[in-house]
């Protein structure tokens, strides 16, 4: 588990983007996954979101919770809807479209 | 795994394949042993034909019989609504999740929150489901229903080589697992899931024939073992799952050379004096309102007066029906009812298909354990069923029963009166023994006849005898057989009448020349008397002649003398003499 960089200006929790990225290890679709994540993060929430990796092979318990089945997921509780977004995240425009940061064109 | 029961062809010391118990009463008969275990096997069937019960109570009966925890992963309904569903069962999900006995786990999958983007993988079900299993050491998996996924995501390619790994995942683990799938148009599942899971494959078919649905099973496939390949109908009912196995085709049956009564003497009497075979098939047939029901009432009565326990399935009839006209005839049904030896079930032949109907009745059976069964009357089952059809469940219903030792008796109707064209359902031959009862009209009277057609294995009557019908129950007469051929009921009756007055006129005969003779012996005996008295006086008159001649020559000799002795002189003194 990791936290990302938060920026000191933006605090209040309505604002706050919380993110979590489940993975299996230490694969190459995760690693892009996390990769393309933290791009998009930078481009549009920049200092405002919060970025949590569960690893499943440690904590294989959480994966039930959250109702994950495949490697690797994205899960954006906060702000609401609850969405999940799989995959490598390589398709940039589904991803902010699934994040609800830029609306369905 | 305790549990798994040898493959019988063990014989070459070559590997062989290990079987689970299912615990499902009757699905380990036609598989030999069970689900193989260690490997998956697919159930398939349309909506509502019973995948998600049968697959919990695998899953339920493996955790409580076979101790072997299982995972139940849902992909259809809730934890929860499982739970509520399978109440009604008797399984409480709750309390065996509590136990770790079970773990249900629900993945959850819905379209609208999900977006796929580019690479992924299930790993994450993988890492659930093998985390759930480790959890609970569980030996038992259940995916229900796993195409679920295929509704839920787009990518097709990946997620059939993700199932494909999946599938051989759940072998390296060495579960025993069952993987729903919905039947699809022209092949076993909608996604072709029996190319992964080709080990072993089962079909639930829910068809409806004639309005009316039946539950059935086949095992399409079952690789490394010799399996039943028939349908097999089965239940659904508050104890879970019941498939019907085909009794065995073998003709080795236990027979018995016990005797049960028929409860009607003179029957019995007809019957090589013992009544039937403990354990033989009585098919009693006849036109309508010949008494069949009464002959079975009066059977299952005598049972129940032995102490013995007896089921009535009444087709036509309710019991409190039946209960009221038998005691009509002075059979008391309800008293064996009240005393627990009598079980009436009565239903309507159209409630369900015939297969229903035989696994309720092996059902009730099983759990009753009578030592009489009564059908009443098949000839009903035919409303669900074709002829042939109401043979072949019969034949495994008698096959059953011979084997459990259970005397059976049906009652059939017939409607036609020729007799050697019927032949009752074709059940005649299958029978050990066959009463027929049929009407004899005669002088503008309906009269009852009763003969036996037939009765294997004993010493039986070839004669017709009446049979009669009274407030004090069923009696059977010897048919009268007059001058002018059979006669039964008043005619009988009339003719037996004349042959009382005839012989009473004849007694009044013989009684008149008796005294006749008598008379005559009397005068003659008077005669004889006055000849005697006759005779006698003769006799006399003779004998009074004789003394009278003696009389007078003695005095005629004595005067003689007198008058020598004068003239000698010596008179005199001789007088003198005789004076002194």
């Known amino acids: 588990m990791m936290m990302m960089p938060i920026n000191p200006e933006v605090n209040t929790m309505e604002d706050m983007w919380e993110l979590k990225l489940y993975v299996a290890g230490n694969t190459p679709k995760s690693a892009t996954a996390l990769e393309n994540l933290k791009k998009y993060c930078e481009e549009h929430l920049f200092g405002k979101y919060r970025i949590e990796i569960i690893d499943l092979l440690v904590n294989p318990q959480l994966a039930e919770g959250d109702q994950i089945f495949a490697i690797p997921t994205l899960v954006k509780k906060v702000p609401e809807p609850i969405r999940r977004i799989i995959g490598d995240l390589s398709d940039k425009e589904k991803v902010l479209v699934g994040l609800n940061i830029i609306p369905v064109k | ?580």
């Not at chain 2, 770790?100 to 489901?129: A, M």
């Not at chain 2, 004096?273 to 309508?288: D, M, Q, R």
């Not at chain 2, 019969?394 to 019927?422: P, S, W």
């Not at chain 2, 004849?506 to 004889?528: F, G, H, P, W």
Request: glycine letters at 8%; one cysteine or more; hydrophobic letters at 35%.
């Open chain 2, 1 to 580: 795994m305790a549990e798994t029961q040898k493959n019988k062809s063990n014989r070459s010391g070559l590997p062989y394949l290990h079987k689970s118990n299912s615990g499902i009463s009757g699905l380990d008969e036609i598989t030999g042993g069970g689900l193989p275990t260690g490997r998956p096997t697919l159930l398939c069937g349309e909506a509502g034909s019973g995948k998600t019960l049968m697959s919990v109570e695998f899953i339920v009966r493996g955790a409580l019989e076979y101790n072997e925890p299982g995972v139940f992963m849902a992909f259809e309904e809730k934890a929860e609504e499982l739970a509520m569903n399978v109440a009604s069962l008797g399984f409480d999900l709750q309390k065996l999740q509590q136990d770790k006995k079970i773990r249900v786990d629900h993945v959850h999958i819905e379209r609208s929150e999900i977006e796929e983007t580019g690479e992924y993988d299930l790993d994450g079900l993988f890492i659930r489901l093998g985390h759930a299993i480790d959890s609970i050491g569980a030996k038992r998996v259940v995916l229900d229903t796993i195409e679920n996924l295929f509704s839920g995501l787009s990518n097709q390619n990946i997620l059939r080589a993700e199932l494909r790994r999946l599938f051989h995942w759940l072998k390296s683990k060495g579960v025993t697992a069952i993987i729903t799938a919905e039947r699809g148009e022209g092949k076993l599942t909608r996604q072709g899931l029996e190319e992964y899971v080709s080990d072993c494959v089962i079909l639930l078919d829910h068809r409806i024939v004639n309005q009316i649905s039946t539950r059935r099973l086949r095992i399409v496939k079952y690789r490394g073992s010799v399996h039943g390949t028939n349908e097999y109908p089965f239940l659904i009912d508050e104890e879970g799952i019941s498939v019907l196995p085909v009794t065995s085709l073998l003709l080795e049956k236990e027979v018995s050379m016990e005797r049960v009564s028929s409860g009607i003497k003179s029957l019995d009497k007809m019957l090589g004096g013992e009544g039937f075979y403990k354990g033989s098939s009585i098919l009693v047939s006849g036109t309508a309102g010949t008494g069949k029901t009464s002959i079975a009432s009066y059977f299952a009565n005598e049972a129940c007066k032995r102490k013995e326990r007896c089921i009535y399935f009444a087709f036509e009839e309710s019991p409190n029906q039946i209960i009221r006209n038998m005691k009509s005839i002075n059979i008391d049904l309800k008293k064996h009812v009240d005393d627990g030896f009598l079980l009436f079930n009565a239903s309507r032949p159209t409630l369900y298909g015939l297969e229903m109907h035989l696994v309720s009745i092996y059902k009730m059976i099983r759990k009753f354990k009578p030592s009489v069964v009564i059908l009443d009357p098949i000839t009903n089952l035919i409303t669900v069923g074709s002829v042939s059809e109401v043979k072949a469940m019969l034949i495994r219903l008698i096959d059953f029963l011979q084997d459990e030792q259970i005397t059976v008796m049906f009652t059939a109707l017939t409607l036609n009166t020729v007799v050697n064209e019927q032949t009752d359902e074709g059940v005649s031959s299958l029978v050990d023994s066959w009463l027929y009862v049929r009407d004899i009209e005669l002088d503008g009277e309906r009269n009852r006849g009763m003969y036996i057609m037939k009765s294997r294995g004993m010493n039986h009557s070839n004669q017709i005898r009446e049979f009669i019908i009274t407030d004090e129950g069923i009696d059977l007469m010897d048919l009268y057989l007059g001058p002018d051929g059979v006669l039964t009921g008043s005619a009988r009756e009339s003719q037996q009448l004349r042959e009382k007055t005839g012989e009473a006129l004849k007694n009044q005969a013989a009684n008149r020349m008796d005294r006749e003779i008598s008379r005559k012996r009397k005068v003659l005996e008077a005669k004889i008397s006055s000849l005697t008295t006759e005779f006698e006086s003769i006799e006399e008159e003779l004998n009074k002649v004789y003394l009278e001649e003696t009389l007078k020559k003695q005095i005629s000799d004595n005067n003689k003398e007198q008058i020598l002795n004068l003239r000698t002189g010596q008179s005199k003194k001789k007088n003198d003499d005789d004076a002194n």
